[in-house]
């Protein structure tokens, strides 16, 4: 178990998550969160009293350190890897945050049909969807999950898109596909959006190109947030829309989008 935070966290043993938790005595990720609101107070019309959509929850670290800090906060937390989600479900119920988290057991995609990913043991983030037989990591095993688009799931459960405040995305490449299910809701709302861009997954799973339109048509500018050392860091230039195709085949890298 990781006690960072004052938040408690269980996952496997040889978990990276956890080591990387109980090395930094920090929650992961929890600079990047912080990053993410302070960038979305500066550009969005925003509160917190609506809800944080963590699509690729993992075992729940962002969502859980979110709503700590933003107590009128409410989540709705996305993860298709059966043994991933059961300890998604057992961290949110360590920290008693049942009543404020949904946790749906699915991907989100472009499409509504079952997708094979590959589950890599022991790094909970490296799991992803496998393309023509081709994972991303090192393939201990695999499992069918279900797939729905995120516009979809919003029409079918009658949420109500006005109270989305806060996108978070994390799917190992899989981002071009997701944002393209999202579509119809990031154009109806301005919603301040966080997301992993490692072109080298992107392209593997043929998403990069998909995922670059669509960014370039929702949105105005991105700003860049990269690895330091331990931390994450960002500076406050504005890079219009039209040069996120030159971030270059290495990038790894988190963006935030500004409309």
Known sequence: MAEVDNLNFIGKNNDFIMDIMLYNQRTYSYNELEIFFD??????DVDD???FFDCGCNILTSAIYALSKKRNLKAVAFEPIKETFKFAR????????????????TALSNINTPLLMECSEGDY?????VFSGEGLSNIDSYESVNAVTLDDWCETTNFDVDKINYIWIDVEGYEGYLIDGAINILKKKKIPLY???VSDFLKKTGSYDLLIKNLSELYSYFIVVTHSSNEKTFDYELKPISELNNLGDSCDCNLFMVP
């Open 195 to 197: 997301l992993e861009f």
């Open 125 to 129: 983030r490296r799991s992803s969807v």
């Open 90 to 105: 057992i961290n949110c119920i360590l920290n008693n945050m049942e009543d404020r988290t949904t946790l749906i057991n």
């Open 39 to 44: 960038l979305s107070h500066k550009y969005y």
């Open 49 to 51: 009293n609506g809800y």
